[in-house]
């Protein structure tokens, strides 16, 4: 069946521009979470959504970050007037919480540099 | 809060010698631990995972790891190391209950000599 998709792949952005990465998680997924990787570092959490409910956006950087899933299937993450520190790898993740199982599915991530 | 500690940022070792990879881990609860691997360009992959039933957790491509609660630790082992196994690897604790969000470990490269 199919994983977790993301996109674009690759993004690059000026400096200042506005930017919006996809998210289509695995069919049937209850939970949707973002992570943002830095170079030569472990994923950092940023927002979890349950269906559509955003429950913790605890991670989320700035203001300038924004996350949605409006219908609980696709999510966005949108990113305003990006900055040279967004340049990172953007990682989206699905889960189906079950009692005593709930590993999380990785896309394969969205690179944005920041120009 | 939780955390986990990988204490190596680089291991290598020969193809077909023992492969160790070391995860201490801190949590306020009974924990969810995981192994991801990581190679470039793709996706993480999960290895293995503890849920609180069997301490000692096999997982694919002939990885093992052994909860281990009086150490607090959770390292990765494979008995024989092969060429493909070269990558990143992630130790990972789950946040508490309610939430499930992945707490990560800065990461592990693993090389593989011929």
């Known amino acids: 069946g199919a994983g977790v998709s993301q996109s674009p792949r690759y993004k690059v952005a000026k400096r200042g521009q506005d930017v919006a990465l996809r998210c289509d998680p695995i069919s049937g997924h209850v939970s949707l979470f973002w992570y943002q990787q830095a170079l030569g570092q472990g994923p950092e959490f940023l927002t979890y959504f349950q269906n559509e409910a955003q429950l913790d956006k605890s991670g989320l950087p700035s203001d300038r970050f924004f996350a949605e899933r409006p219908e609980g299937s696709v999510s966005t993450l949108k990113i305003q007037r990006t900055q040279q520190e967004d340049s990172a790898v953007y990682l989206c993740?699905?889960?189906?919480?079950?009692?005593?199982?709930?590993?999380?599915?990785f896309g394969p991530g969205t690179r944005l540099t920041v120009t | 809060a939780q955390s986990v500690t990988q204490l190596d940022s680089h291991v290598s070792v020969s193809e077909g010698t023992p492969v160790l990879l070391r995860c201490n881990y801190s949590s306020s609860y009974s924990p969810s631990l995981f192994w991801y691997v990581q190679h470039p360009n793709k996706g993480l992959q999960l290895l293995l995972k503890?849920?609180?039933?069997?301490?000692l957790v096999k997982g694919i491509n002939g990885f093992e790891a052994e909860f281990k609660k009086s150490e607090t630790s959770f390292h990765l082992t494979k008995p024989s190391a092969h060429m493909s196994d070269a990558a990143e690897y992630f130790c990972v604790v789950s946040d508490q209950p309610g939430t499930y969000k992945y707490i990560f470990g800065t990461g592990t490269r693993l090389k593989v000599l011929a």
């Open positions: 503890y849920t609180s039933a069997a301490t």
């Open positions: 993740a699905s889960s189906f919480p079950t009692s005593g199982s709930y590993e999380q599915y």
